[in-house]
Antibody
Framework: QLQHQESGPGLVKPSETLSLTCTVS??????????WAWIRQPPGKGLQWIGT???????YYNPSLKSRVTMSVDTSKKQFSLKLSSVTAADMAVYYC??????????????WGQGTLVTVSS | SYELTQPPSVSVSPGQTARITCSGD??????AYWYQQKPGQAPVLVIY???ERPSGIPERFSGSSSATTVTLTISGVQAEDEADYYC??????????FGGGTKLTVL
């Protein structure tokens, strides 16, 4: 069973860069049919897709966040990462890492991490 | 901008059938997926490719599609089904999109 563990600071100052890492176990991050995603959920609100990365380095970003998002993958550490720059209070959310095993970035998210709350405050 | 529209809330009594809709102009050309999210927990996939049920998901969960609307149906609703439900699909550019979510209340 594929499992995820998000890690990173729970508090980020406005205008700074949010950085999170997702460590994967139970599957190889280099599996070609797997796509690795970040999704967020502001408190009391709905889900928002941030972006998806393939181990090959191909990335797919939400157009509304694209200018601030960078995703990367480290196959040796079985990790993929998210950087979101110039954060504001609107970026406060629970951030989930998730996996699509359907061979595309735009199919279902089959596995999810438990999520990590990131607060934006000075 | 393109949106997936869900009703904010649906209420049913135990044993009844709950139907949660998701509407979007691109749905005739894109698969839809459904997630269940209970408070404080990560979402769980309950339906993929409009009507397929992942292993471990009870048979009372089913999905259907008609034109620009997809529907999640929960037959014989149980108290444990009370949760938020989200549809997911893609816009015409292929980017991932979630509906606003529907809160299912079991009366």
């Amino acid at each position: 069973q594929l499992q995820h563990q998000e890690s990173g600071p729970g508090l980020v100052k406005p205008s700074e860069t949010l950085s999170l890492t997702c460590t994967v176990s139970g599957a190889s991050i280099s599996t070609g049919s797997y796509y690795w995603a970040w999704i967020r959920q502001p408190p009391g609100k709905g889900l928002q897709w941030i972006g998806t990365i393939h181990y090959s380095g191909s990335t797919y970003y939400n157009p509304s966040l694209k200018s601030r998002v960078t995703m990367s993958v480290d196959t040796s550490k079985k990790q993929f990462s998210l950087k979101l720059s110039s954060v504001t209070a609107a970026d406060m959310a629970v951030y989930y890492c998730a996996t699509s095993e359907g061979g595309s970035y735009r199919v279902q998210f089959d596995y999810w991490g438990q999520g990590t709350l990131v607060t934006v405050s000075s | 901008s393109y949106e997936l529209t869900q009703p904010p809330s649906v209420s049913v009594s135990p044993g009844q059938t709950a139907r949660i809709t998701c509407s979007g102009d691109a749905l005739p050309n894109q698969y839809a997926y459904w997630y269940q999210q209970k408070p404080g927990q990560a979402p769980v996939l309950v339906i993929y490719k409009d009507s397929e049920r992942p292993s471990g998901i009870p048979e009372r969960f089913s999905g259907s599609s008609s034109a620009t609307t997809v529907t999640l149906t929960i037959s014989g609703v149980q108290a444990e089904d009370e949760a938020d439900y989200y549809c997911q699909s893609a816009d015409i550019s292929g980017f991932v999109l979630f509906g606003g979510g529907t809160k299912l209340t079991v009366l």
